[in-house]
């Protein structure tokens, strides 16, 4: 195993900002200036599509220290404590509260070989001994200053990061295209039962309901007659292996499920789900954690399973229950100041527009095999990340020595 000296990540780069610490004024429309947010940043990857938005002066206010560019590693200092991510792309964001931003020194450390080194057992054991806090965990300035990194020589890094990103290129690949194969599900779905312009629309006469016209062999229904909940318990001798999806795993915006956990981390009632169920954040459903479950597994009951009552309307619950208007729905219909929630009972009672039989099956002719794509993609990653994070500690560690492999790696600019 090779020793590597070790070295102050301050000393390493060559820029450390702190966010401001209160929170920006929020623009009512999306604009091209973005907020960074805790729960933006996951494993490696900061997710610029589902944030807070802010006014030019807004941005030039909160950028006045220093603006993120390309390359720029974020931690979050609280809630939670330390997930780490890289900035890939060039576009107008900013730290929101609880985030601190690391910009290597490009003549002494690689950004990536940063961001993996900060993903670490080595480092992620100092930020929880540096961890405080009664009740949430927090790190102090000072202390996100004093963490130390095992650095090799540059070139060494250069392939590290080379070897680690070649897997975070996958599944990045991979998220863009569960993204548009998202996206055109809920086109199909908004564009026939929305909007109306569905197969044989022009021959379908209008009839006046309780939502307005629709359809003439159309009937407003609700949510709970085409799905139910399921409350399987969790059984210690054989659900014991199964993978872990919970509310902080599920991701925002998505349907894909590309990280899960060991389920005795949970110290609530756990239930059991199957794959193809949805799982629908109940806790706060503003943030739209909706989840197709790809394989079994564990969640708690913060966690609404949902399973469609025939593999007919599989396909059309899945984009109804991800769609704007029943997020629109349990945001509002859900109870408590601190952490709304929403109820099966309020949230299954919605009134919704339900189509013939006839076509919901056109629907899952079209919707169903990209959803299945979707699956197939979102187990893909968690393979990937789980190799990924095989390789990450032997790599950054020098257990496994690359200074003498032939490792293509980008070309640095002057």
């Known amino acids: 195993m090779t020793t590597w000296p070790l070295v102050k990540v301050a000393d390493a780069c060559e820029l450390v900002v702190d966010c401001v ?26 997710d610029t599509d589902n944030v807070r938005y802010v006014d030019e ?11 993120p560019l390309p390359g720029d590693v ?52 100092q930020i929880r001994g540096y961890g405080s806090g009664a009740t ?56 026939w039962f929305v909007d109306f312009r569905f197969p044989g629309h022009r021959d379908m006469p209008m009839a006046e ?20 909940v399921h409350k399987r318990p969790f059984e210690a001798k054989g659900d014991a292996e199964l993978p872990l999806l919970d509310m902080a795993r599920m991701r925002q915006g998505s349907l894909a499920a590309t990280a899960f956990g060991d389920p005795s981390e949970l110290t609530t009632s756990r239930i059991v789900f199957e794959a193809g169920d949805l799982l629908f954040g109940a806790i706060r459903p503003n ?12 969640t708690n009951t913060s966690v609404l399973v949902i399973r ?12 109804l229950l991800s769609s704007e208007p029943v997020n629109r729905w349990a945001t509002q219909r859900a109870t408590g100041t601190k952490m709304p929630v929403i109820s099966w009972k309020e949230l299954s009672a919605m009134a919704t527009l339900l189509p013939t039989e006839a076509l919901a099956d056109a629907f899952s002719d079209i919707a169903a095999p990209l959803l299945e794509e979707v699956q197939v993609l ?31 790696v980008p070309e640095v600019a002057a």
Not at 108 to 122: Q, V
Not at 147 to 165: D, F, H, N, V
Not at 308 to 319: E, G, I, L, N, Q
């Open 21 to 46: 610490n209160r929170t920006a004024p929020l623009a009512a429309e999306p604009t091209p200036y973005k907020m960074i947010r805790t729960t933006n940043v996951r494993d490696g990857f900061i």
């Open 57 to 67: 002066t807004t941005f030039g206010r909160w950028t006045r220290r220093a603006v």
């Open 74 to 125: 974020v931690l979050t200092r609280e809630a939670p404590l330390g997930e780490v991510g890289i900035i890939r792309k060039a576009e107008p964001v900013f730290l929101g509260q609880r985030l601190i931003m690391y910009r290597a020194a490009p003549e002494k450390l690689d950004p990536y070989f940063l961001m993996y080194s900060m993903l670490g057992d080595f480092v992620q054991g």
């Open 136 to 191: 949430v965990e927090h790190m102090r300035l000072p202390d996100c200053l004093s963490l130390q990194l095992r650095l090799p020589p540059l070139g060494t890094q250069r392939k590290i990061a080379a070897i680690l990103s070649a897997y975070d290129d996958l599944i990045e690949s991979n998220n863009r295209r569960i993204k548009i194969l998202e996206e055109m599900a809920q086109r199909i779905y908004r564009e």
């Open 209 to 228: 309901s309780e939502l307005g016209m629709v359809p003439r062999d159309w009937r407003v229904g609700r949510i709970d007659e085409l799905c139910s």
């Open 287 to 298: 943030l739209r954690k909706v989840t197709l479950a790809p394989v079994r597994g564990v």
């Open 308 to 319: 469609p009552d025939s593999p007919r309307w599989h396909a059309f619950v899945v984009a």
């Open 378 to 408: 979102s187990t893909l990653i968690t393979r990937l990340k789980a190799t990924r994070d095989l390789l990450l500690p032997q790599l950054i560690s020098g257990q496994v020595d690359v200074a003498g492999l032939e490792i293509s």
